[in-house]
């Protein structure tokens, strides 16, 4: 066996040119693979991790219809003994209570349609990442009095300026419309524009004194230990409570949860198609190295290499360039990831800051590579390889020598 | 018993379309030690007849046996590991492995055999020195001339330690000078060591040094002569 993993070494520097290329393309095609599948790695866990962190979490409890109609009824029942059951829970690393309704939103420029969230300050302070989500003014922690919060680019839209003062109307839970003035604290901007235009802050005890006679909650957000135990969590809260819909957040966020696999499947077909051109790049260059050696393997098989050893050759020789090119692909992927992962890749030559903001990007990506997407990637270089070394290696041993002598 | 018997050997080509009668009804018997030329125009099917005894061609009919092991029918994979064992192989174009040293060259059918790496080394050695290139031992084929690369394949072909060597054309491609040392090398070898040697060839030279000359036309053995041999000079060695 050393002997014919040193004659295919051998044979793979005949033409080092060739064979030059083809390890370069193994290299960078490796190089490339990895690095796209552990920035759409990181692309789809920055968003989902921004996305729970900052607002949704990973479960939530509402009033079986609120989601769907909106209603300011439409709040949780016996809130007070599911807080007491979460705080008791092992697995709740924290929660908030939130109160909401839609609205309207009114400045001396234009009237919109928002969402008025209000919230506990220190609850979701510890809850969520929301308010590093500021950039300009105070928090709801100021002492202004009814403060709000707007999203920048709704700001923008109402021309307004911190200290200017808006009409938020709404239905209490008494169906009555209500109005009442607020006077914008500051701006925070989200990784969604589209988010930023939508949804207002207030304070939940502001919200309380015009909405309702007493505390009402339309929603309770609740984080986890981790991720993974969302399903079994809103499992039992749905078991033990009535009257309450409990989620995770792959329920609440359905376009999250499909953004996230069809990440998974760009992934694969990202690697399929680096594959698939390793396989021809492998193929071509053991064709070419077969038709210009039939002579050759013709006189080893006359002077007695049995074709199971010929069979070999060929394949150590496609085997023995796509592992040197492999492994060098993979190392320097696995050290670019490394320097990446600290650094982070700057998306902005693509699109721009704004341009990622619009949609809910961050511009930097940070890239994950799981151990076990290694050994896939690495498994499926060895198949293909496997594969297309087969053909040249079977055309080898059905060499006639007396064909080739003609 | 004779080192290789031909019993009523022919060959066809095309037998269903336009038939080709390579070989016709050859029966021949060479001896342990015979240096012996099969020599005839392009066509007469003496390349053919080397081949059937090289056991890289089945004959249509007849039969072929190598050391009193008949050949003929034998399966592929068995009749390689048989010519690995038993039969040394010298192509005109010295078909030898360009990544590999002279040394290597020789070696390599060792290898094949499964041998001792010590004794592989060993005997690649001195059989390199017995055909000259003691010096070139680590020389790639391009780096040596063409009655060089030839030596190398004499050497290889013996290193396997055959029953006889089958040299098809050895000196075609060779300069005088190259074929006649060459061949000075291969008549010494079968004084001393008794090798027996088979060539195909057209090669004048080449048939002044056979003992023994048979010569085809149309497929079949048209003579079969033993000749006093043109005598080998030590010097030219």
Do not use: C
């Not at chain 1, 420029?109 to 590093?132: A, N």
């Not at chain 2, 040596?144 to 072909?157: C, K, L, P």
């Not at chain 2, 090398?185 to 060591?193: A, K, P, V």
């Not at chain 2, 002044?208 to 030590?234: C, F, L």
């Amino acid at each position: 066996m050393k002997t014919l993993i040193t004659i295919s070494w051998r044979n793979i520097w005949r033409h080092p040119a060739r064979s030059s290329v083809l390890l370069v393309a193994i290299i960078v095609g490796l190089w490339a693979g990895v690095i796209a599948v552990g920035t759409m790695n990181g692309l789809m866990q920055q968003r989902m991790d921004y996305m729970i962190e900052s607002e949704i979490t990973h479960a939530q409890i509402h009033h079986p219809e609120f989601l769907a109609e909106g209603n300011s009824w439409m709040f949780i029942p016996e809130h007070d003994r599911i807080a007491a059951w979460l705080e008791n829970d092992p697995r709740v690393v924290s929660y908030t209570s939130r109160t909401l309704t839609d609205g309207m939103l009114q400045s001396p420029v234009k009237t919109s349609g928002v969402r008025i969230r209000g919230l506990d300050i220190e609850s979701e302070s510890r809850t969520t990442t929301f308010h590093e989500n500021m950039v300009e003014g105070e928090y709801l922690d100021t002492d202004m009095r009814n403060a709000v919060i707007l999203g920048k680019r709704l700001a923008e839209e109402h021309n307004m300026e911190i200290g200017n003062r808006i009409v938020l109307t709404f239905e209490d839970i008494n169906n009555e419309l209500t109005s009442a003035s607020f006077n914008i604290a500051g701006f925070y901007e989200s990784a969604s524009s589209d988010y930023d235009r939508r949804n207002v802050l207030i304070r939940s005890e502001d919200f309380l004194d015009i909405l309702a006679d007493r505390s009402i909650y339309h929603e309770i957000a609740i984080m986890l230990e981790n991720e993974d135990k969302a399903t079994a969590f809103v499992a039992d809260l749905n078991s033990e409570f009535s009257g309450i819909t409990a989620q995770t957040w792959r329920e609440l966020s359905p376009e999250l949860s499909m953004l996230v696999e069809l990440g998974g499947i760009m992934v694969y077909f990202i690697t399929m198609l680096i594959m698939i051109a390793l396989a021809f790049g492998i193929l071509n260059t053991m064709l070419m190295a077969l038709f210009e050696r039939m002579r050759e393997i013709s006189m080893l098989i006359s002077i007695g290499m049995s074709r199971l050893r010929v069979f070999l050759m060929i394949m150590l020789e496609s085997i023995v360039l796509t592992v040197t090119g492999a492994a060098t692909g993979f190392v320097l992927a696995w050290l670019s990831l490394w320097h990446f992962t600290g650094a982070g890749i700057n998306l902005e030559i693509f699109a721009g800051e704004e341009g990622f903001a619009e949609i809910g990007w961050d511009q930097f990506v940070y890239p994950i590579m799981s151990t076990g997407e290694y050994v896939a990637i690495i498994s499926v270089v060895i198949t293909i390889t496997l594969l297309a070394s087969l053909y040249p290696a079977l055309k080898a041993i059905r060499i006639d020598p007396l064909e080739v002598e003609k | 018993m004779p080192i290789v018997k031909t019993k009523n050997l022919s060959k066809v080509y095309n037998p269903e379309t336009v038939p080709v009668h390579a070989l016709r009804d050859v029966n021949i018997s060479i001896e342990k030690g015979e240096f012996t030329s099969i020599v005839g125009p392009s066509g007469s099917g003496k390349t053919t007849l080397l081949n059937m005894i090289g056991g890289l061609d089945k004959p249509t009919s007849g039969t072929v046996e190598v050391n009193g092991v008949q050949i003929t029918g034998m399966k592929d994979s068995k009749l390689i590991d048989f010519r690995l064992h038993n039969i040394g192989f010298v192509f005109q174009h010295y078909n030898l492995i360009p990544v590999f040293t002279a040394r290597e060259n020789v070696s390599f059918i060792m290898l094949l055999q499964g041998r001792d790496k010590k004794e592989m080394q060993q005997r690649a050695d001195e059989l390199l020195d017995q055909v000259g290139l003691g010096d070139r031992k680590d020389a790639r084929p391009a780096q040596m001339s063409g009655g060089q690369q030839q030596r190398v394949a004499v050497a290889r072909a013996l290193a396997s330690e055959p029953k006889f060597i089958l040299a098809d054309e050895p000196t075609a491609n060779l300069d005088g000078a190259s074929a006649m040392n060459l061949l000075d090398i291969m008549q010494r070898m079968n004084r001393e060591q008794h090798v027996t040697f088979v060539f195909s060839t057209h090669d004048k030279r080449v048939i002044d040094r056979a003992r023994r000359v048979i010569t085809m036309v149309d497929g079949a053995v048209h003579s079969d002569e033993y000749q006093k041999a043109e005598e080998y000079d030590e010097s030219k060695a």
